[in-house]
């Protein structure tokens, strides 16, 4: 059954001089613990349509469901990362990650006891007091990832969470979050560019096409490489197989994209 | 024996450092010295008419007896109260009204010509019917230094308010806050430090209004001594008033920087 799907939902930008076509016709759907990732260029609208998802924007046509109801009455949480953490530098870590709390007037002593349990999962509880402009790039952006959780979300929203930090954090990033991600049985939709990122991390790949946004292929990651933590996937022989794949199909887009020019 | 020449170094940089100092302070210390020595020689030798342009020692002399027979303190008291009430009132609402235009993109749309024409308006021109309207006590004159630096503090602050990032509130509204929450864990603590740097601006711009104010109708004050000097001729009255409000106005200006500096480190 479906967990949370989008019935082609179309999305246009307005202005002065005229509008944009952003997503055109985008039908998805996934299932309850599910991971996909949304790969393409720069432009297509990936960001857009984690946007709607998460309520922030209201698409111009089409149906969002969250468990069979559209996202406006759903009470259930959906957690939003963005690219770069976005942490409150005048707020100590704790406040940023009990932000959510807050908002939603659930703050109580036993939020902040499993925000305390959540940083140490993320191995930052020390610095819990700490502001953020004293931490690194890889631990602030645990603390987003912290923050994203704290309200129990049933749907994450990743939008290209790593792509600010260098290699290395990157790659132990993806593996903390990879790891908690499935303890937690949480439903995600990772937005990224990166090909490698999208096989190691989800279980189905929908390359988007650009001008208008809209899906031109589904690739499903191999069973043998779900299970795998991101960083094994990578050594894994089938890796370089299904990245040739899509690489293949990007490719061939980019070429289409540079002949209509 | 490595340590040790870093060390030396580093002296060696410090003594360089404090030495430029030094010599700094030296050159500001000779100018004034001098500027005073050259008015109180020009004025004794009649180079300039001391009547009209007075002598450093009068003004002392002046300022010490005034003091003495604490006339002066009344007229200090009376200025210092007026121009930090009116630097507060016009900080402040500057701030409140900065806020209720964030809050409707409609309102501040309507209220945009209107703004642009009371920035471009010198606020000074309407002392006149201030006081016809709140009549020649305090309340008037604390008026004029308020008015003069609240639409600015809103146009400052009010700009400083729309450059929040914006994806600081996308973090807020994707977890559902209202725009009201946006604005008070975002919006406002983002903006605190575009607030306090109009801080230092508001400080010069309330000693205009006051004292412009006391020109125009009080009865007691730094302004009204100048005014009064000028009427009855005693310039060293108005020159001792200028010194007076030039020292209080840039121990004001020098309190505001600490209170921002301190405001800057516990809250950013």
Known sequence: MSFLTLDHVSHHYFSKSGYTKALDNISLSIKEGEFIALLGPSGCGKSTILSIIAGIMKQTAGKVLLQDKTISDSDLAIGYMLQQDYLFPWKTIIDNVMLGPKICKTNSVKTKEKAMDLLDEVGLCDVADAYPSSLSGGMRQRVALVRTLINDPKVLLLDEPFSALDYQTKLKLEDLVSQLLKTYYKTTILVTHDIGEAIAMSDRIYIMDANPGSIAKVFEVPLELRNETPFLVRRHPKYQLIFDKVWEELDKKAQEGGALK | ?268
Not at chain 2, 32 to 40: G, Y
Not at chain 2, 82 to 103: D, H, M, R, Y
Not at chain 2, 117 to 131: D, E, H, Q, Y
């Open chain 2, 1 to 268: 024996m490595e340590s040790k020449t870093d060390q030396h170094l580093f002296e060696n940089f410090k003594s360089e450092l404090k030495r430029e100092k030094k010599v700094v302070f030296i050159w500001q210390i000779s100018i004034l010295i001098s500027f005073i020595a050259l008015w109180e020689i020009a004025s004794k030798l009649y180079w300039i008419d001391p009547l009209l342009f007075s002598s450093p020692s009068k003004i002392v002399n002046l300022i010490i007896t005034k003091f003495g027979d604490g006339s002066m303190i009344t007229h200090v008291q009376v200025t210092l109260f007026e121009t930090v009430l009116g630097f507060l009132i016009g900080t402040i609402l500057g701030i409140i009204i900065a806020s209720t235009l964030w809050s409707s993109t409609r309102f501040s749309k309507i209220m945009d010509p209107y703004l642009v024409i009371m920035n471009a308006m010198p606020k000074v021109a309407l002392g006149p019917i201030i006081i016809v309207a709140l009549g020649t006590g305090y309340l008037s004159i604390i008026t004029m230094g308020a008015i003069i630096s609240v639409i600015i503090t809103t146009l400052v602050v009010y700009s400083a308010f729309n450059e929040v990032d914006p994806n600081y509130e996308k973090v807020l509204k994707s977890f559902g806050a209202t725009r009201w929450q946006c604005f008070k864990e975002a919006v406002f603590p983002a903006t605190f430090p575009a607030m306090i740097s109009t801080l230092k601006v508001n400080v010069g711009l309330s000693w205009v209004g006051i004292i412009v104010g006391e020109f125009l109708v009080s009865k007691q004050g730094l302004g009204y001594l100048i005014i009064y000097g000028f009427q009855v001729f005693d310039f060293t009255l108005v020159m001792a008033s200028l010194v007076l409000i030039a020292i209080f106005a840039a121990i004001m200006y020098k309190i505001v920087e600490r209170i921002e500096g301190w405001l800057i480190k516990h809250t950013i």
